[in-house]
């Protein structure tokens, strides 16, 4: 028996039958719903109290033998019709749904109404309607029904629900013209006009608020008269965003708005395996290249894979034949995933119905790892266009060779002194390259300009891998620099109208200086593109609670599908899980209030996962402190997110040789 499970039997035998509640169906239902599922996490430990609790917008979970007491003053029969006024929480829906087939709800508060919905979905409860609105009017389409149930005091009983029971039918309900105590009622109609009351005792509500109950205006419902500063974190991101239901159908245009003219967007996400990221950055893309006219697409991919998806997605046949295929390196499912491969079905049937080629989208890489298939690259392309350049290049090249399977060893052999460094032999092919850049350019601009950036790459990875064993920071600004040169040189290739979307993840998008990485002396993309373009930049972070992740375990391991814990409690994350919404958008450079924004930048913690993902040292591995405002212009939200779907050599059979995963 688990702890919860026993915990609920002794409030059985303590807290009801103890008191003279035998009622077996209501006992039963009582022990079937796990009432820890309908409390506030940090007050779980005391689900089973015999006491209420609070929950959201500072409403209350009632005392369970309240619930078995009023619930049992119904006189159910499975097949009647209940309707309950209060959701709350929606424990005591479940309760009446344990008993009965058809339960109707209602909650004044928003914030409840859906929270509860979701929670009695997710255990199943798929017998109870939940509606946000006045309950005091009754649900007049559901009427009549065979019981109601109001949770909360008024100072009357409500005649439109007398009117909404059957003949026969009975409501329980609190009624006082104070809001300290109330009488609990029950009301049993008789006949059509007649209708007979009974005091079941004395009791004390949280007041019932509406048309029949008491005014909106009363000093003891602090959350209708609430002013701003007074709501909580959760309640004021809850009025701050916009929520969605699905990424097929959200609608963007107010995201639109808010980017502006910007030149460059760029799009976080929280983990490199994580479905729901990919597809939002693609359908926010998608919005940008058909209303916006951007043309770029860079992603944190390597520039010689990226390379195949942009030939493919533009009709041309494959550059150079690499000889380890594109998107097979570690990690592959990073790319080489279902949502990617959606993506770039969609960008090569753009492609096709635009005619002009300046308005064809272009897929770039902006990350540094492929230094050897650069080479190979930039070799291909000599021998094509200058065979005794090309001569030249492969012996100053040939002083990386050594090292080609595993090119963080050239660092480590250059450091110890036990081989000499390359870096005059790859500036001295970039620059023999650059020297003729006309000559080659006139021939043939796309084909040069990729050569030139897999040439400066190959300069930028040595320096990296060199740099990588003195200090940590030196070689990830490296990274990072070299992405946005990247990114500089596409835009300018592609013309001085050009606009680019970024996918790269929250740590290179977000701004450093507004976290721990900017204190260690670290930059990233987003810092350097704020630098750059200032208000014409915008960028947006991502952001889960739990589920599932396509991670590795250590560096090169195998893929696989890990759950996501819930957040710690001093994180974002949970400040963001605890707003009870699946998801939404938080714009933060624009603010809906600016008291969401000023609230939340307090320095918390907040998760970052990767291609690994260490869930046993998560603390350490995983979070660091940032001041997410400062950080992103925007957050979008996932409470709950899944493992990106990798693409198998199945899913690729029978393709074009051109098709761009090679697996
Ligand atoms: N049955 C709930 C549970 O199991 O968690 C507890 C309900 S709580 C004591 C009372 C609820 O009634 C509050 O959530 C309050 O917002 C709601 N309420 C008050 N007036 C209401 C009205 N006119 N219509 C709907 N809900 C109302």
Redesign the pocket.
Known sequence: MSSFEQLRQEMIDYQLVARGLHDETVVNALNTVPREE?IPTELVEFAYRDS?LP?A?S????QPYI?ALMTAALELKPDDRVL??????????AVLAEICDNVYT????RI?ADTAQKKLKELGYENVQVMH????LGWPENAPFDAIIV??GGPEVPQTLKEQLTIGGRMVIPVGSSLESQKLLRIRRISETEYKEEDLGSVR??????AA?WEDQTAEIPTVTKHEDELNLSELIYKSSEHFANISDVNLDELMERIGDSRVVLLGEASHGTAEFYDMRARITKELIEKKGFTIVAAEADWPDAAHINNYIQGREPDALLQSKPFSRFPTWMWANHSVLEFTHWLKAHNDKTASSDKKIGFYGLDLYSLFSSIEMVLDYLDKVDPETAEVARVRYGCLMPWADNPSMYGRAVITREYKECEIEVLRTLHDLLEKRLEYSLANGEKFFNAEQNAKLVANAERYYRTMYYAENNSWNQRDQHMFDTLQSVLEFRGPQSKAVVWEHNSHIGDARATQMGARGELNIGQLARQEYGDKVYNIGFGTDHGTVAAASEWGGPMEIKQVQPSRIDSYERVFHDVHADNFLLPLRYPLQELTRKKLLTERLERAIGVIYRPETELQSHYFYASLPHQFDEYIWFDETHAVEALTKETIKGMLDTFPFGL
């Open positions: 309908f209420p929950i917008a409403q209350t979970i009632s619930v309950e006024v209060g959701t709350g929480s929606g424990y005591a829906a209602i909650e004044r508060h409840l609105g006045d309950g005091t949770a909360a509500f949280v007041p019932l608020i509406g109950g």
